[in-house]
């Protein structure tokens, strides 16, 4: 018997889609950050500096550009291609996360596409396979909690700045 899956009425995904990208993608990396940044290795992260990253939220219309850089990944703007663009709908993206669903069930159920550098598609599909569970922590997604690093983090970006 297979789930229903649900997507985001189109609708709210038209809506959505008209937000500036920036602050989306900026909040995504805060997540991201939160969730793997730490669990991943040296090697990883070597073949990660310089290549523009996308995930596509199809239902959502919303595309969110990142790549790593200091150690962490940060929001980008690209106008352009992407390295590697990821996309699926909202659902799907949710059932990767909790460890649901497969990518490979998705790839050749066409829920989840991959379009661009082959060799980095695989290595962050690798990567985001070899993480021991539980990776994610949802007690670190609590606003509170995110709030708090997002403070923490705009206070140390504007900490170098000297008043004039």
Do not use: Y
């Not at 290795?41 to 239902?59: E, F, S, Y």
């Not at 990567?127 to 709030?147: C, G, K, Q, W, Y």
């Not at 705009?154 to 008043?163: E, G, I, V």
Request: hydrophobic fraction near 45%.
């Amino acid at each position: 018997m297979s789930e229903k899956t649900w997507l985001i009425p189109k609708p709210v995904g038209q809506l959505l889609g008209r937000l500036p990208g920036l602050p989306g993608s900026m909040l995504f990396v805060t997540a991201l950050n939160l969730a793997l940044a730490k669990q991943l290795n040296a090697d990883v992260t070597g073949m990660l500096i310089g290549k523009k990253l996308r995930l596509c939220v199809l239902d959502a219309h919303w595309a969110f550009d990142f790549e790593w850089r200091n150690g962490r990944f940060v929001a980008c703007q690209n106008a352009g291609t992407a390295d590697l663009t990821i996309s699926a709908s909202a659902h799907d993206f949710v059932k990767l996360a909790r460890r649901e669903e497969d990518p490979d069930t998705l790839f050749f159920n066409r829920r989840l596409a991959m379009e661009g550098d082959t060799e980095l598609g695989l290595l962050v599909k690798n990567t985001i396979d070899a993480i021991e569970l539980p990776v994610m922590n949802l007690e670190s997604f609590r606003p509170p909690h995110v709030l708090a690093q997002a403070r923490a983090h705009f206070k140390s970006l504007f900490a170098n700045l000297k008043p004039r």
